[in-house]
T-cell receptor, first 116, second 111 residues
Framework: GDSVTQMEGPVTLSEEAFLTINCTYT??????LFWYVQYPGEGLQLLLK?????DKGSNKGFEATYRKETTSFHLEKGSVQVSDSAVYFC???????????????FGQGTILTVHP | ETGVTQTPRHLVMGMTNKKSLKCEQH?????MYWYKQSAKKPLELMFV???????ENNSVPSRFSPECPNSSHLFLHLHTLQPEDSALYLC??????????FGPGTRLTVL
């Protein structure tokens, strides 16, 4: 079945540092890929997405590129802020025509803490 | 994302209680989902409703009973829960199988 693997956390950085959170996946067909963010005490918010190979999703300074050859969707940000402290989830949705309508498969989440 | 609301935000219940969680989406979507988020575990999909019809039940125990009276409302009825059911319960909605948008969740504690 489909699966998503994220790098182990927690990740602790100083403000303005470069961020990478690795995400790799296993899926049949051509899934869509997502990054969601969960701030303390809140639900998940969609951060960015990519629907086909070589697509780059971007939002709020975060970027991720859909790499089919390495089955990866790593999240990056050039300069993190304290307000970026949250839990980040990588997820995939199987391609249209799959048996599970709209089903998202999530990674385990990576806790990011940014210090001033 | 304020398009999906959930009530209550926090709930404490005993194992013999009956309670319900409510989710409402204001995005005009036709699919709704219940997820369970436990500590140190990936998010688990519980139920999927598409056009008010349940299309997926991920082997969820019968003490969890979903109800979808229309495409904007989704309930999760709880009965005779166990302490290990304590978790954050998240509702999401989407237009057909496209991008899912989540509510803030209900933090459930079972004593």
């Amino acid at each position: 079945g489909d699966s998503v693997t994220q790098m182990e956390g927690p990740v602790t950085l100083s403000e303005e540092a470069f961020l990478t959170i690795n995400c790799t996946y296993t899926a049949t067909g051509y899934p869509s890929l997502f990054w969601y963010v969960q701030y303390p005490g809140e639900g998940l918010q969609l951060l960015l997405k990519a629907t086909k190979a070589d697509d780059k999703g971007s939002n709020k300074g975060f970027e991720a590129t859909y790499r089919k050859e390495t089955t990866s969707f790593h999240l990056e940000k050039g300069s993190v802020q304290v307000s970026d402290s949250a839990v980040y989830f990588c997820a995939l949705k199987e391609s249209a025509g799959g048996t599970s309508y709209g089903k998202l498969t999530f990674g385990q989440g990576t806790i990011l803490t940014v210090h001033p | 994302e304020t398009g999906v609301t959930q009530t209550p935000r926090h709930l404490v219940m005993g194992m013999t209680n009956k309670k319900s969680l409510k989710c409402e989406q204001h995005l005009g979507h036709n699919a709704m989902y219940w997820y369970k988020q436990s500590a140190k575990k990936p998010l688990e999909l519980m139920f999927v409703y598409n056009f008010k019809e349940q299309t997926e039940n991920n082997s969820v125990p019968s003490r969890f009973s979903p109800e979808c009276p229309n495409s904007s409302h989704l309930f999760l009825h709880l009965h005779t829960l166990q302490p290990e059911d304590s978790a954050l319960y998240l509702c999401a909605s989407s237009q057909e199988g496209r991008t899912q948008y989540f509510g803030p969740g209900t933090r459930l504690t079972v004593l």
